[in-house]
């Protein structure tokens, strides 16, 4: 008899559609023969690293052979000092994808459920899905998270509530005060992960939650990268910060070495680089008042944006538009599996890469 996988195989996985990411460049150019690609999909910083990791890596990458610091000690030194911690209060991730994976492995059984927002990060429901729990999704307010419909959504099967502050893939963003209000009402044998990936471009615009509120709040995780405004996203890493009981338990379902010995070295140098990281966040706030303005003056809708990605309203034609934008050399993110058919996501680039994005657009509406 022929093997039947999908007897075997786990029920959470069975129906799991994989996280699908923005296409690379070199798919594009190699489909459609295109030259010069411009990616402005995945959310990342087109600055590029810091000069500083770069010649960092340089000096570790003749170490490759040996395994990394399994304890990520020097980084996590870096961050304690940084924001003053204690490094017991932490759990490295590779990427803060591994950070979020952590949390669902360690909270849900198929017994309980998870509460996310309607157009919050996508791999949130498909954590909970992988484990066979049951993801309830909350209907979304002003395209942003709803916190009372989540707090009346949270039932007795409800283990981990996720928010994303800023959200992606809408950048909207909550005060401090809604969610320290939120974390006063929810009951404590509710973990709550706050997703702070795209904290450093909204901190620059208002004040959002800081990690101290951790100590309050025993059921609290801040989770935040290196992936986005320090550029280092290809080489995956990100942290959470906890109460140190609470980081002892994330901890124990990492693996060994989780975090490589490039990331932890370039992290560390790209933590004491503020000059790079505030390069970063001038552009990123200049070139948005531009999409804002050249949105406004061709009559799209965008939703206002604390980070550094703007989701547009196309009207019933964002597949018309994806595409013709693919077809100019310019990749922006399709918002159908965050169930919002009639936007597209762009992420804020280079001035040059911006200005493409804007006259293709311009010259489609032309046609
Ligand atoms: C990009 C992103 C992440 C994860 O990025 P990593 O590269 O895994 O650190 C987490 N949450 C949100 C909301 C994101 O947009």
Redesign the pocket.
């Known amino acids: 008899m022929d093997l039947e996988l999908k007897d075997l195989i786990n029920s959470g996985i069975k129906g799991l559609t994989p996280y699908e990411p923005g296409k690379p460049i070199e798919d594009l150019e190699r489909e459609y023969g295109i030259k010069k690609a411009i990616k402005l999909a995945s ?1 990342e910083s087109p600055l590029g690293p810091s000069p500083k990791v770069l010649e960092a890596l340089k000096e570790v990458i003749s170490g490759i052979n040996r395994y990394p610091d399994g304890n990520g000690s020097r980084l996590k030194e870096a961050l304690s000092s940084r924001h003053s911690l204690s490094a017991d209060t932490l759990t490295l991730g590779n ?4 950070i ?1 994976e952590f949390v669902a492995r360690c909270f849900l059984t198929p017994n309980d459920n998870a509460v996310y927002s309607k157009h919050a ?1 996508a ?1 949130y429901p498909l954590v909970t899905q992988s484990l066979g729990a049951q993801g309830v999704e909350v209907e979304a307010r002003d395209w942003g998270h709803d916190l009372q419909a989540m707090l009346d959504a949270v039932n007795n099967k409800t283990k981990v509530v996720f928010i ?1 502050n800023p959200n ?1 893939p809408t950048g909207t963003f909550l005060e401090k005060n809604e969610i320290i209000r939120f974390l006063e009402k929810i009951p404590n044998e509710v973990i709550v992960l706050l ?1 702070q ?2 904290f450093d471009y909204s901190n620059y615009e208002t004040e959002d939650v800081p990690f101290s509120l951790v100590n309050n709040f025993p059921n609290l995780i801040i989770s935040r ?1 290196f ?2 405004a320090y550029g280092l ?1 290809g080489l ?1 890493v ?1 942290f959470s910060v906890t109460s140190s009981s609470l980081a002892d338990y994330l901890n124990r379902v990492r693996q060994p070495f989780n975090v490589n010995s490039l990331a932890l070295a370039a992290a560390e140098v790209a933590l004491n680089d503020t000059e790079h990281l505030e390069q970063c966040l001038k552009l990123n706030k200049q070139e948005k008042e531009r999409f804002y303005k050249f949105f406004k003056s061709h009559q799209y809708h965008f939703i206002k944006s604390f980070a550094n990605f703007i989701s547009f309203d196309c009207k019933g034609n964002s597949n018309k538009v994806f595409n013709s934008l693919l077809l100019k050399g310019v990749i922006t993110r399709s918002m159908e599996v965050y169930k919002m058919p009639d936007h597209l996501r762009v992420t804020i680039g280079l001035p040059e890469e911006n200005s493409a994005f804007m006259e293709s657009l311009t010259s489609l509406k032309e046609i």
Not at 95 to 98: A, C, E, I, L, M
Request: hydrophobic fraction near 30%; charge should be neutral.
């Open positions: 959310n990427g803060s994808n591994d979020i990060f791999v994303a992606n997703d990936a795209y990268t992936s986005k996203a995956r990100g």
